[in-house]
Protein backbone atom coordinates (compact mmCIF):
# COMPACT_ATOMS: atom_id res chain seq x y z
CA UNK A 1 0.00 0.00 0.00
CA UNK A 2 1.11 3.19 -0.66
CA UNK A 3 1.89 5.67 2.72
CA UNK A 4 0.27 8.96 3.05
CA UNK A 5 0.89 11.84 0.36
CA UNK A 6 1.33 15.29 1.26
CA UNK A 7 1.59 18.12 -1.43
CA UNK A 8 3.09 20.17 -2.35
CA UNK A 9 6.94 18.90 -0.47
CA UNK A 10 7.99 22.72 0.08
CA UNK A 11 5.33 26.22 -0.07
CA UNK A 12 6.93 29.66 -0.67
CA UNK A 13 4.43 32.40 0.10
CA UNK A 14 4.02 35.90 1.12
CA UNK A 15 2.71 37.32 4.36
CA UNK A 16 -1.33 38.24 3.28
CA UNK A 17 -1.29 35.45 0.78
CA UNK A 18 -3.14 31.92 0.96
CA UNK A 19 -2.24 28.58 0.67
CA UNK A 20 -3.90 25.06 -0.14
CA UNK A 21 -1.80 21.75 1.14
CA UNK A 22 -3.51 18.27 -0.08
CA UNK A 23 -3.34 15.06 1.54
CA UNK A 24 -4.36 11.39 0.22
CA UNK A 25 -4.73 8.97 3.16
CA UNK A 26 -3.38 5.37 2.88
CA UNK A 27 -6.13 3.71 0.85
CA UNK A 28 -8.74 2.52 2.99
CA UNK A 29 -8.18 5.07 5.91
CA UNK A 30 -11.20 7.45 6.67
CA UNK A 31 -9.49 9.73 9.34
CA UNK A 32 -7.18 12.37 8.46
CA UNK A 33 -5.52 14.64 10.90
CA UNK A 34 -3.60 17.85 10.41
CA UNK A 35 -0.46 18.91 12.64
CA UNK A 36 1.60 22.29 12.49
CA UNK A 37 5.35 21.39 13.78
CA UNK A 38 7.70 24.82 14.22
CA UNK A 39 11.04 24.79 16.67
CA UNK A 40 9.27 26.49 19.29
CA UNK A 41 5.84 25.29 19.94
CA UNK A 42 6.55 21.42 18.54
CA UNK A 43 3.97 19.78 17.11
CA UNK A 44 0.11 21.00 17.84
CA UNK A 45 -3.04 19.69 16.49
CA UNK A 46 -5.18 21.17 14.03
CA UNK A 47 -7.91 19.18 13.35
CA UNK A 48 -9.41 16.32 12.57
CA UNK A 49 -11.55 14.82 9.59
CA UNK A 50 -13.41 11.70 9.13
CA UNK A 51 -16.05 10.86 6.70
CA UNK A 52 -16.15 14.53 4.94
CA UNK A 53 -17.00 16.02 8.95
CA UNK A 54 -14.89 17.38 11.13
CA UNK A 55 -14.55 15.62 14.63
CA UNK A 56 -11.87 17.56 16.43
CA UNK A 57 -10.13 20.95 16.16
CA UNK A 58 -7.27 22.46 17.75
CA UNK A 59 -6.76 26.11 19.31
CA UNK A 60 -5.39 27.90 16.17
CA UNK A 61 -7.57 30.98 14.48
CA UNK A 62 -10.34 30.87 11.78
CA UNK A 63 -7.75 31.30 9.32
CA UNK A 64 -6.73 27.55 9.11
CA UNK A 65 -9.43 25.10 8.07
CA UNK A 66 -9.77 22.33 6.35
CA UNK A 67 -12.15 20.09 4.60
CA UNK A 68 -12.25 16.46 3.41
CA UNK A 69 -13.09 15.21 0.31
CA UNK A 70 -15.79 11.63 -0.73
CA UNK A 71 -12.72 9.82 -1.29
CA UNK A 72 -11.18 10.96 1.66
CA UNK A 73 -8.37 13.38 0.86
CA UNK A 74 -7.87 16.34 2.52
CA UNK A 75 -6.64 19.79 2.15
CA UNK A 76 -6.04 22.43 4.24
CA UNK A 77 -5.66 26.08 4.11
CA UNK A 78 -4.64 29.32 5.40
CA UNK A 79 -5.65 32.75 4.15
CA UNK A 80 -4.05 35.73 5.42
CA UNK A 81 -0.39 34.29 6.09
CA UNK A 82 1.26 35.56 8.60
CA UNK A 83 5.24 34.63 9.44
CA UNK A 84 4.58 32.66 11.91
CA UNK A 85 2.83 30.47 9.96
CA UNK A 86 6.54 28.92 8.65
CA UNK A 87 6.24 25.71 9.79
CA UNK A 88 6.03 21.71 8.34
CA UNK A 89 2.69 21.02 8.20
CA UNK A 90 2.18 17.11 8.72
CA UNK A 91 -0.84 15.28 7.93
CA UNK A 92 -1.96 11.47 9.46
CA UNK A 93 -4.45 9.22 8.63
CA UNK A 94 -5.76 5.98 10.43
CA UNK A 95 -7.62 3.03 10.16
CA UNK A 96 -11.01 1.78 11.84
CA UNK A 97 -11.34 -0.78 13.73
CA UNK A 98 -8.21 -2.59 14.90
CA UNK A 99 -5.03 -0.27 15.12
CA UNK A 100 -6.97 3.09 14.91
CA UNK A 101 -5.20 4.27 17.41
CA UNK A 102 -1.50 4.44 15.17
CA UNK A 103 -1.00 7.69 13.04
CA UNK A 104 0.53 6.94 9.84
CA UNK A 105 2.14 10.20 8.73
CA UNK A 106 3.15 12.14 5.84
CA UNK A 107 6.37 13.44 4.78
CA UNK A 108 5.13 16.91 5.07
CA UNK A 109 4.57 20.02 3.23
CA UNK A 110 7.23 22.73 4.96
CA UNK A 111 5.68 25.95 4.59
CA UNK A 112 8.29 29.29 4.49
CA UNK A 113 6.32 32.82 4.83
CA UNK A 114 8.39 35.44 3.45
CA UNK B 1 -5.18 19.91 31.62
CA UNK B 2 -3.95 17.10 29.65
CA UNK B 3 -0.27 17.49 28.87
CA UNK B 4 3.19 15.63 27.82
CA UNK B 5 6.77 16.08 29.30
CA UNK B 6 10.45 15.16 27.74
CA UNK B 7 12.36 16.53 30.26
CA UNK B 8 15.61 15.84 27.96
CA UNK B 9 16.15 17.89 24.79
CA UNK B 10 18.99 15.85 23.66
CA UNK B 11 20.31 12.50 24.85
CA UNK B 12 23.50 11.14 24.09
CA UNK B 13 24.24 7.47 23.73
CA UNK B 14 27.45 5.08 22.91
CA UNK B 15 26.83 2.56 20.13
CA UNK B 16 25.59 -0.51 22.04
CA UNK B 17 24.92 0.64 25.79
CA UNK B 18 21.56 1.07 26.78
CA UNK B 19 19.37 4.32 25.79
CA UNK B 20 16.37 5.79 28.12
CA UNK B 21 14.21 8.46 27.03
CA UNK B 22 12.33 9.91 29.51
CA UNK B 23 8.19 10.76 29.27
CA UNK B 24 6.13 12.16 31.79
CA UNK B 25 2.01 12.57 31.51
CA UNK B 26 -0.74 14.12 32.89
CA UNK B 27 -4.31 12.57 32.21
CA UNK B 28 -7.34 12.16 33.55
CA UNK B 29 -8.76 8.82 33.30
CA UNK B 30 -6.59 5.90 31.95
CA UNK B 31 -4.08 6.89 29.44
CA UNK B 32 -3.42 5.84 25.60
CA UNK B 33 0.59 6.18 25.41
CA UNK B 34 2.46 6.33 22.47
CA UNK B 35 6.14 6.59 21.32
CA UNK B 36 6.68 8.18 17.69
CA UNK B 37 10.14 8.63 16.07
CA UNK B 38 11.28 11.37 13.16
CA UNK B 39 14.20 11.05 11.01
CA UNK B 40 15.13 14.30 9.30
CA UNK B 41 12.83 15.47 7.10
CA UNK B 42 10.37 12.74 6.94
CA UNK B 43 7.36 12.72 9.42
CA UNK B 44 7.01 10.80 12.30
CA UNK B 45 6.90 7.08 12.29
CA UNK B 46 4.33 4.84 15.09
CA UNK B 47 6.45 2.82 17.32
CA UNK B 48 4.36 1.70 19.98
CA UNK B 49 1.86 2.50 22.47
CA UNK B 50 0.12 1.59 25.35
CA UNK B 51 -3.49 1.17 26.18
CA UNK B 52 -4.32 -1.42 28.49
CA UNK B 53 -2.42 -4.83 29.65
CA UNK B 54 0.82 -5.43 30.56
CA UNK B 55 3.37 -2.32 31.70
CA UNK B 56 6.24 -3.52 29.71
CA UNK B 57 5.05 -2.64 25.64
CA UNK B 58 7.33 -4.03 23.22
CA UNK B 59 7.27 -1.92 19.47
CA UNK B 60 9.21 -1.83 16.54
CA UNK B 61 13.26 -1.50 15.94
CA UNK B 62 13.89 -3.62 19.49
CA UNK B 63 12.37 -0.30 21.53
CA UNK B 64 10.38 -1.14 24.63
CA UNK B 65 8.52 0.86 26.84
CA UNK B 66 6.97 0.91 30.63
CA UNK B 67 4.33 2.08 31.35
CA UNK B 68 4.45 3.33 35.12
CA UNK B 69 0.84 4.31 36.60
CA UNK B 70 2.03 5.66 40.07
CA UNK B 71 4.78 7.78 38.60
CA UNK B 72 2.69 8.86 35.21
CA UNK B 73 5.81 7.88 33.57
CA UNK B 74 6.08 6.30 29.87
CA UNK B 75 9.53 5.86 29.47
CA UNK B 76 11.36 4.57 26.06
CA UNK B 77 13.97 1.80 26.21
CA UNK B 78 16.30 0.12 23.99
CA UNK B 79 19.03 -2.31 25.78
CA UNK B 80 21.72 -1.60 22.88
CA UNK B 81 21.53 1.43 20.97
CA UNK B 82 22.71 1.31 17.01
CA UNK B 83 23.97 4.73 15.36
CA UNK B 84 20.95 4.22 13.28
CA UNK B 85 18.73 4.94 16.04
CA UNK B 86 19.72 9.05 16.26
CA UNK B 87 16.79 10.37 15.22
CA UNK B 88 13.74 12.97 17.39
CA UNK B 89 11.57 11.07 19.55
CA UNK B 90 8.05 12.39 20.92
CA UNK B 91 6.03 11.02 23.65
CA UNK B 92 2.43 11.44 22.70
CA UNK B 93 -0.87 11.02 24.69
CA UNK B 94 -4.66 10.43 23.37
CA UNK B 95 -6.24 12.83 25.75
CA UNK B 96 -8.90 10.66 26.91
CA UNK B 97 -12.17 11.96 25.74
CA UNK B 98 -14.69 9.59 23.46
CA UNK B 99 -13.61 10.20 20.03
CA UNK B 100 -10.44 11.87 19.95
CA UNK B 101 -9.77 9.68 17.28
CA UNK B 102 -6.70 11.16 15.58
CA UNK B 103 -5.87 14.39 18.16
CA UNK B 104 -2.26 12.85 20.03
CA UNK B 105 -0.98 16.11 22.45
CA UNK B 106 2.54 15.45 21.98
CA UNK B 107 6.04 16.26 24.10
CA UNK B 108 9.02 18.66 22.95
CA UNK B 109 10.64 15.87 21.86
CA UNK B 110 13.96 14.65 22.58
CA UNK B 111 17.15 14.76 20.11
CA UNK B 112 18.81 11.03 20.43
CA UNK B 113 22.31 11.12 19.49
CA UNK B 114 23.90 7.70 19.11
CA UNK B 115 27.97 7.68 18.65
CA UNK B 116 30.17 4.87 17.10
Not at chain 1, 33 to 53: D, N
Request: charged fraction near 15%.
Amino acid sequence: KAGVTQTPRYLIKTRGQQVTLSCSPISGHRSVSWYQQTPGQGLQFLFEYFSETQRNKGNFPGRFSGRQFSNSRSEMNVSTLELGDSALYLCASSPQGVGREKLFFGSGTQLSVL
Amino acid sequence: AQSVAQPEDQVNVAEGNPLTVKCTYSVSGNPYLFWYVQYPNRGLQFLLKYITGDNLVKGSYGFEAEFNKSQTSFHLKKPSALVSDSALYFCAVRPSIYNQGGKLIFGQGTELSVKP
